[in-house]
């Protein structure tokens, strides 16, 4: 607050980068305190993600019995990981997404400097944040209390990360067009929910699928980010044998090419469907 | 302490030509801005009345720049407010005519907010007091009166020093004292050259502040003026009731519109004070009393009313919009949105 540029006297947008992220940060903490305020969401972003782990880990255990050779402790950290983004980033986005636009505070935002991104994106800060945070935990408790190794390709984890974020964000913003209230936002978000988690190969790895059903899984929208992480981290996707950093590029290639069409058409529909004010 | 400089000074701040709003498409549509002109000069204190539905916050929403117009154009400060929404934000406030602001936070945490997000901005405080909020600093928005959010809105709408002020019914739901106060803020900021738009139906506070004002009906604005230019040529009304009986007529009224309906008499005369003496010596020669006896000027008020309801009867067959303002690309209609207020 503390920088407030002079430069603007004359009204013009030299606005430098720093005023733009000054506004994201602004809105960041405005959302991050709603956040907080908001004991359900709270809950639900903190607490579910961790109380599935257990059904993971049976589940995972289970398969790994008919598939032997199954690494159940990376795909459970990775599992986890998965459900963090899909709870924390983009149920409770979508949630955040439709209070505010009932609230009329993205039309009031508009009246403002903060450009459209910038709004959504800032809505975005606490929620991006809280499951970077709390994926970081759970990797350190994997690496920590399972021994998992070091990734192998951390670019390809991070990319996995960014792609899988980006396309929750983009989702959350196109969801909560064909969202009514906050309360229904359970119900909406639900389908895509169930895909991220059946399908995506976190529950269920895509090796211990029939063939037919794992290709038809690897084209899912939210399965490229969750696979480049896997990859990034394990050096495959369960399809071939684990290799090292140069091998896992061409096995990311797919997953890089389908994660990219997803995004952008997530992206393309939330620009076109993202309504900044509810119909009365 | 800043004075900013007024870029391209000598021009209308505000310029709107011809401007169409349509929501919706096809027969479902609703026409909500039906051609409106509009010129507010630098300085000047601008006010936009009408009835509900008049389109008014449809205006003032295309203004703003929160939605592209179906047909015209707007210019403020120059610029196209909804495609150079970046470049116009800094230099303007806005006021829109319900909340926006999270109900959980409290009114600092709101301005802080609001202060991250303009650039060049007022202290908060400076701000709250400005609308006498600076005790209310911690107290949640949701648990604020109706009336103190709207100057909670107020108040950051001027966070930014802002040279065009944009005022959706910024009185609306205050009480006397607050919208006294809030008036003489306006007048303030007015004072020091801000140029205010303004949309009100208290006609009272048309006349209190505006320079210049217009008066909408059916999205079209029906007449422009200053208070006195939009009163002149209006009739002034004498209405008295006749006691019973039926034997003297009434005196010859030379210009004056005299109705009779049952025993009450309503005479329109742009000649008050000298009916109104024809008619009581009338009265008195016939030592006739006559009951609810009322002779008033044209007010505000009553020329809004008459306007508004010569409005009404002209336009009942309303003509079609031109097609080619109404046929718009899906993209953009479907991005109109708004409420049809």
């Known amino acids: ?280 | 302490m800043e004075t900013r400089q007024p870029a391209g000074s000598s021009g209308p701040v505000i310029e709107v030509t011809d401007l169409q709003r349509h929501y919706g498409s096809g027969t479902t549509g609703y026409h909500a801005v039906r051609g409106v002109d509009l010129t507010v000069g630098r300085g000047e204190l601008y006010a936009l009345l009408g009835t509900n539905g008049a389109g008014k916050t449809s205006t003032m929403e295309l203004v703003e720049g929160l939605a592209a117009p179906s047909g015209g154009t707007v210019r403020v400060l120059g610029h196209d407010p909804y495609r150079e929404r970046a470049a116009l934000r800094p230099r303007i406030g806005i006021m829109l005519q319900e909340g926006g602001f999270p109900g959980e936070l409290t009114v600092a945490e709101t301005g802080r907010t609001w202060s991250g997000l303009t650039s060049g901005a007022r202290p908060v405080e400076e701000a709250l007091e400005l609308v006498g909020l600076g005790h209310r600093r911690d107290v949640r928005v949701k648990q604020l009166s109706g009336g103190e959010r709207r100057r909670l809105d107020l108040a950051m709408a001027l966070l930014g020093r802002p040279e065009v002020l944009f005022l959706d019914e910024p009185s609306t739901g205050l009480d006397p004292e607050a919208r006294a106060a809030v008036w003489r803020l306006v007048r303030e900021l007015r004072a020091q050259g801000t140029t205010v738009l303004l949309t009100t139906h208290y006609l009272e506070e048309a006349e209190e502040l505006a320079d210049r004002l217009a008066i909408m009906h059916g999205g079209r604005v029906v007449t422009t003026g200053t208070v006195a230019e939009v009163i002149a040529g209006r009739p002034s009304r004498i209405t008295f009731e006749l006691p019973g009986f039926a034997g003297a007529s009434l005196p010859p009224l030379a210009g004056a519109e005299v109705a009779v309906d049952g025993r009450k008499v309503t005479v329109q005369t742009s000649a008050l004070q000298r009916d109104l003496h024809e008619l009581l010596g009338w009265a008195h020669h016939h030592d006739l009393a006559l009951g609810a006896l009322d002779a008033r000027s044209a007010s505000l008020e009553e020329a809004f009313l008459a306007i508004a309801s010569e409005a009404a009867h002209q336009d009942e067959p309303q003509p079609p919009a031109p097609a080619g303002r109404t046929s718009r690309p899906s993209r953009s209609s479907r991005r109109l949105i708004g409420s049809a207020r």
Not at chain 1, 39 to 50: C, I
Not at chain 1, 90 to 101: E, H, K, P, S
Not at chain 1, 172 to 183: P, W
């Open chain 1, 1 to 280: 607050m503390t920088t407030a540029a002079p430069t603007s006297a004359t009204g013009t947008t030299t606005g430098p980068r720093g005023t733009a992220l000054r506004r994201l940060a602004s809105l960041g903490r405005s959302e991050a305190t709603l956040l907080l305020r908001n004991r359900s969401a709270l809950f639900t972003a903190l607490l579910l993600p961790v109380l599935m782990i257990a059904g993971r880990r049976s589940m995972l255990k289970q398969q790994a019995s008919d598939h032997p050779g199954l690494d159940v402790d990376s795909l459970l950290i990775i599992g986890t990981i998965g459900g963090i983004l899909a709870f924390v980033v983009y149920y409770n986005l979508t949630a955040a997404y439709v209070g505010r636009r009932n609230e009329l505070v993205l039309k009031r935002l508009r009246t403002g400097e903060a450009r459209d991104l910038e709004i959504l994106a800032g809505t975005a800060v606490p929620s991006v944040s809280l499951a970077l945070l709390m994926s970081a935990v759970v990797a350190g408790g994997g690496a920590a209390f399972l021994h998992l190794g070091a990734p192998v390709n951390p670019l390809l984890l991070a990319a996995g990360l960014l792609l899988s974020i980006g396309t929750m964000m983009a989702t959350a913003a196109l969801t909560s067009a064909f969202t009514k209230t906050v309360e229904t936002a359970g119900i909406t978000t639900l389908p895509l929910v169930l895909l991220s988690q059946f399908g995506s190969g976190l529950f269920i790895p895509l090796e211990v699928m029939p063939d037919r059903v794992a290709d038809f899984c690897r084209l899912l929208p939210t399965t490229p980010g969750f696979q480049l992480v896997r990859i990034g981290w394990t050096g495959t996707d369960g399809s071939a044998a684990a290799t090292g950093f140069g091998g896992t590029w061409s096995t990311a290639v797919p997953h890089l090419v389908t994660g990219a069409v997803w995004l952008g058409l997530a992206a393309w529909g939330a620009v076109r469907y993202f309504r900044w004010e509810s119909r009365r």
